[in-house]
Structures are given as structure tokens and as C-alpha cells.
């Protein structure tokens, strides 16, 4: 990788190895995310808007009050007891 001719480098072998494995691991990204959903066509599914998405993601899974599911089976527990 080395050349006497030109100016000096900027980059050492190293750093260039860095680059050039960061563009890999951004190309195999670019390429999965084409088949990923965005956040707008999720929402859409779910029927709700895309910032209830947001939020969920953002508050990594607490969001609001417990799932209707979650709070039957608390129900449950509780009149078992």
C-alpha cells in the first residue's frame, strides 16, 4: 500500500483496514435494511401513528400501563389468592 510517489500519507495501513472494514459492515447494514420495515410502515400495520412507534422504541418497551394480556393474568393471581 505504499507508494514513493506523491505526497506523504495521511492514513496508516491500519487506519485505511479500519475504513475499508466500517464500509463492509455499512454495505451488509445498507443491504439489510432493505428488507427491514421503516417505523411509518409498521405503524401503518399496527394501526397506530408513527410517533406511538417512536416512543415504544425510545422507552425500550415501557410504554404507558401493562398489556391488556398482562393485566388479566394479574387478575387471575390476585383472585387465586
Known sequence: MRS?????RKLSDRQVRVILAWHV???LWRALRKTLKSQRQLAK???????????????AGQYKQASP????LDKVRQRKR
Open 4 to 8: 514513493t510517489i506523491g505526497r506523504p
Open 25 to 27: 459492515r455499512f454495505l
Open 45 to 59: 400495520e399496527m394501526h397506530v401513528s408513527q410517533s406511538t412507534i417512536g416512543s415504544v422504541v425510545r422507552r
Open 69 to 72: 394480556w398482562d393485566r388479566h
